[in-house]
């Protein structure tokens, strides 16, 4: 059974930086897109962030162009997410997925649809 364990929010002040982690087992996650995702109180899951299955491929949401990073060490099949310059509006849920398609069917997933497998969350709390 596939699960995804997510780490690392907390509670940071403005212009503070936090490192999510998602670490994942029950099969091999090196063929696949993973994504990172958020949420917060009455608002819809909204992408965040995705990597291709070998890290050569990143896309990001406009709103966090320039101050997040994702990456991945597909040994420890753990994917990250470095925030940085943190901002009151990056205050949500955070949430790790898994493509439901194989990099050779699905070279890269951006929406939320594409990805089948999730965390359970992670909480990013930011003061302003």
């Known amino acids: 059974q596939v699960q995804l364990v997510e780490s690392g929010g907390g509670l940071v002040q403005a212009g503070g930086s936090l490192r999510l982690s998602c670490a994942a087992s029950?099969?091999?996650?090196?063929?696949?897109?993973m994504g990172w995702f958020r949420q917060a109180p009455g608002k819809e899951r909204e992408f965040v962030a995705t990597?291709?299955?070998?890290?050569?491929?990143?896309y990001y949401a406009d709103s966090v162009k320039g101050r997040f990073t994702i990456s991945r060490d597909n040994a420890k099949n753990t994917v990250y997410l470095q925030m940085n310059s943190l901002k009151p509006e990056d205050t949500a849920l955070y949430y790790c997925?898994?493509?439901?398609?194989?990099?050779?069917?699905?070279?890269?997933?951006?929406?939320?649809?594409?990805?089948?497998?999730w965390g359970q969350g992670t909480q990013v709390t930011v003061s302003s």
């Open positions: 029950g099969r091999t996650f090196s063929s696949y897109t």
């Open positions: 997925a898994v493509d439901r398609e194989p990099y050779f069917v699905r070279p890269i997933a951006t929406t939320v649809s594409d990805f089948g497998s």
């Open positions: 990597i291709s299955w070998r890290g050569g491929r990143t």
